[in-house]
């Protein structure tokens, strides 16, 4: 069993920076892949960025590639997404998942995401 809780959401204005953190509890957070997904209103959730049980491989969207930075800390059970350049575009409510399955770096989707966090809002203003 795995509980995720994002945090770091917030109001920022475009070119501005943020830092989400998704803490997990449960003693297998380093065996999962763990994604980040957002979802705008009228849309429908999107996969943002992805990476490895170790750390060693990563995986972005087109539209925030090299604007957006995910990591991880095993020792800590958290995931992070460091997003750089806001735009107004990168709106939405943002999720933190555990995949069981690698094909989240590959297929950039959820495959066998088993664990969701509740979602913190990035609100950026132009």
């Known amino acids: 069993q795995v509980h995720l809780v994002e945090s770091g959401g917030g109001l920022v204005q475009a070119g501005g920076s943020l830092r989400l953190s998704c803490a997990a509890s449960g003693r297998t957070f380093s065996s999962y892949y763990m994604g980040w997904f957002r979802q705008a209103p009228g849309k429908e959730r999107e996969f943002v960025a992805a990476v490895s049980w170790s750390g060693s491989s990563t995986a972005y969207a087109d539209s925030v590639k090299g604007r957006f930075t995910i990591s991880r800390d095993n020792a800590k059970s958290t995931v992070y997404l460091q997003m750089n350049s806001l735009k107004p575009e990168d709106t939405a409510v943002y999720y933190c998942?555990?995949?069981?399955?690698?094909?989240?770096?590959?297929?950039?989707?959820?495959?066998?995401?088993?664990?969701w966090g509740q979602g913190t809002q990035v609100t950026v203003s132009s």
């Open positions: 998942a555990a995949d069981r399955s690698p094909a989240i770096l590959r297929l950039r989707r959820c495959n066998e995401c088993d664990y």
